[in-house]
């Protein structure tokens, strides 16, 4: 039967070749945009390294000090004394914790960390890092603009970087300010000219030297906090850029692992914790707020412009939602095609129906063919994927990205394309199933 | 034996009502080879989709081979049509996309038969109709009067008790017409196969052992 429905299937096909195109274009097209934004999503989130425990993960980009509005109450007690009126004023001042009347946000500072975070209990591992600006270097007279990261020995065991060559910071080196520096293998290249190794280099940055350590692989993902060209003891930077302001806030930002994703909550109860005991001494200042995030967080917060907790869950379902629609306007389109065409083939359907094929034949079969035709488009679609990720990651607007054909969008797209045939088959073939015999038969010749 | 008791069929649109078959009662017996004739619209077809499950009365009963069909679901009459009945129809409707050879295997489809038994019948049914050396072709590579020698086949390969056959000489010439009667001749002859055929051809109909007359849905008898 399967054979008999196969043959039906493929001459179907070729019987009409502008339907044909029509369809297997919006099919092929339609899954390789969604394959491209899978692997996009995968290149930006995916577990892959340095984000292999992204899970664990939570960052603190920031603090925030509030300060609330307050009111002012007067109350004047009045007395009788010795024939002549006496008063008494008393002042209280309430405070409006829902009138936000000041606000300071930074990054912060490293004795707020020493004094605060780094011995949290409920984080496995802590880290203090300052993502900062970039510098200006001049290898061989030329000038040459480098993004920088201070880092501390937990930052490398927080964020698996890919060494190519070398080793990451020892805690002995950060504690001895050791001049030694990590660089991604760009900028190595860019610095030194390619070379079979660096290590031992010096990049020279002002008046000091470092020494090249390790040599790391590029990284793909646009997540701040990871992508920089030069890594170097987070020891050397300046009291100044450690901490500054009120003592809380400084240059610097956070990692915390957690033993499993679901410990983030515990730590972020201790945020919650330490928010409430922390002792603002700020005038106009009452409260400060961790600004704690998770990867996918701080990567919502950065599309959607927001600074909000539980941004991610948003831009899933903006994506979500996205994608279903995209899929949704073929499959219509799909559905709409497949009626008219099989509405084409009512005394075929007739016939099978007289000579004894009920419904659940006729399902499979038109069900079959639409498998046929997706999967045809799917193929087409995986070809078209291959072309325009190897045309993407060569193009200069996406150098973030290095898009990659995993299994896993491989799945992801079969699954597509077998709701993509039973979804635009269904239909059309359950109302032709249950088309009348006699009706059928007379409807038109074959 | 196909019996019709008190069938009615009235086709009904929002604002036309039409009587195709008023009252119908009708016995063909097991190896009998009826004809039906009347004029255009009279309800010749209608009775034919009756008697062949194809459409279901809108009162009265069909019963076939003692079987009362009235509270069978689709899928119970298709199983039925698939192993009792065998069609052949005047513009033949032959499957295009598929060689002779698969037109002809289509009841044995859903009969559930093997592949390499499906074959075998289909060879020797086409050898019954003279065309096993067409099994190859496509129906858009035969004549008229082989298309329909490929639907005799087709409505022969499950061996089926009863053949119903709606105008299958109204689209041939004399000769092919005359070839394909004497096949379905031979086939209620040799075989014993109840046939029941709609025809205008008044010589055809007198080929056959009994004519039954229809006149605006009713039996002229």
Not at chain 1, 51 to 58: A, D, G, P
Not at chain 1, 393 to 412: C, D, G, H
Not at chain 1, 433 to 438: I, L, N, R, T
Request: with cysteine.
């Amino acid at each position: 039967m399967l054979k008999n429905y196969l043959k039906v299937a493929f001459k179907v096909l070729g019987r009409n070749k502008f339907y044909t195109f029509i369809s297997l274009f919006g099919i092929s097209f339609t899954l390789m945009v969604l394959m491209l934004t899978i692997a996009f999503i995968q290149n930006e989130l995916g577990a892959n390294k340095p984000l292999s425990q992204k899970e664990k993960i939570l960052l603190v980009p920031g603090l925030r000090m509030e300060g609330y509005a307050r009111e002012e109450i007067v109350e004047i007690d009045s007395t009788m004394v010795d024939g002549a009126w006496k008063y008494d004023t008393t002042k209280t001042e309430n405070i409006l914790e829902d009138q936000i009347n000041s606000t300071s946000n930074s990054w912060v500072g490293n004795k707020f960390y020493e004094n605060h975070i780094k011995d949290i209990k409920t984080a496995a591992l802590t880290s203090v890092f300052s993502p900062m600006q970039s510098i200006d270097v001049f290898p061989n007279d030329r000038k040459l603009t480098l993004t920088t990261n201070a880092t501390d020995a937990n930052y490398w065991r927080i964020f698996d970087f890919e060494f190519v060559e070398g080793q990451p910071f020892s805690d002995a080196a950060i504690e001895n300010q050791a001049f030694q520096a990590i660089m991604s293998k760009s900028a190595a290249q860019q610095y030194f000219g390619k070379k079979a190794s660096y290590l031992g280099e010096v990049v020279t940055w002002g008046k000091l030297q470092f020494e090249i350590t390790g040599i790391v692989k590029d990284i793909n993902t646009s997540i701040p906090h990871l992508k920089h060209d030069i890594f170097i003891p987070y020891t050397h930077l300046p009291p100044s850029l450690l901490d500054y302001g009120w003592g809380q806030f400084g240059n610097m930002q956070l990692a915390l692992l957690g033993s499993s994703s679901k410990q983030l909550e515990t730590i972020r109860s201790d945020f919650r914790f330490i928010e409430e005991n922390f002792e603002v001494q700020e005038e106009g200042y009452d409260k400060l707020t961790i600004k704690e995030r998770t990867i996918e967080e701080l990567y919502a917060n950065n599309v959607l412009q927001n600074q909000e907790r539980g941004s991610d869950k948003t831009l899933r379902w903006i994506v979500l939602v996205a994608l279903l629609l995209f899929i949704l306007i073929p499959t219509i389109n799909l559905i709409n095609l497949n009626s008219t065409r099989i509405m084409e083939r009512s005394a075929e359907i007739g016939v099978r129906k007289a000579f004894g094929a009920h419904t659940g034949n006729l399902m499979s079969q038109f069900l079959l063919e639409n498998v046929v035709l997706t999967g045809l488009g799917g193929l087409i679609g995986l070809g078209l994927t291959f072309f325009a990720m190897n045309w993407l990651n060569n193009s200069v607007w996406m150098e973030n990205t290095q898009l990659a054909f995993n299994p896993n969008i491989f799945i992801y797209s079969l699954i597509v394309v077998l709701l993509f045939g039973i979804c635009s088959g269904l239909i059309p073939a359950w109302r032709m199933s249950k088309m009348d015999v006699a009706k059928a038969i007379k409807r038109n010749q074959l | 034996m196909i019996k019709l008791q008190d069938v009615t069929k009235v086709y009904r649109t929002d604002t036309v009502e039409t009587l195709a078959l008023n009252n119908i009662n009708l016995s063909v017996e097991d190896g009998e080879f009826v004809s039906i004739m009347g004029p255009s619209g009279c309800g010749k077809s209608t009775l034919l989709n009756m008697m062949g499950l194809l459409d279901r009365p809108s009162d009265g009963q069909v019963t076939i081979d003692e079987k009362e069909l009235k509270g069978y679901k689709e899928k119970a009459l298709a199983k039925f049509r698939n192993e009792h009945l065998g069609f052949i129809f005047q513009s033949f409707h032959l499957i295009g996309d598929l060689p002779v050879v698969d037109n002809v295997e289509l009841p044995l489809l859903y009969r559930g038969t093997s592949a390499k038994e499906r074959k075998r019948l289909a060879e020797e049914a086409l050898e019954a109709v003279g065309l096993k050396n067409r099994m190859k072709h496509y129906p858009s590579q035969l004549s008229g009067g082989q298309k329909q020698r490929v639907a005799i086949a087709r409505a022969i390969v499950g061996k089926p008790s009863i053949i119903l056959a709606d105008e299958p000489t109204g689209n041939l010439d004399s000769n092919l017409g005359n070839e394909v009667m004497d096949i379905l001749l031979s086939l209620n002859r040799d075989r014993k196969a109840t046939i029941v055929m709609v025809t205008h051809d008044e010589n055809m109909a007198l080929k056959t052992n009994r004519i039954i007359r229809l006149y605006d849905g009713s039996l002229v008898n």
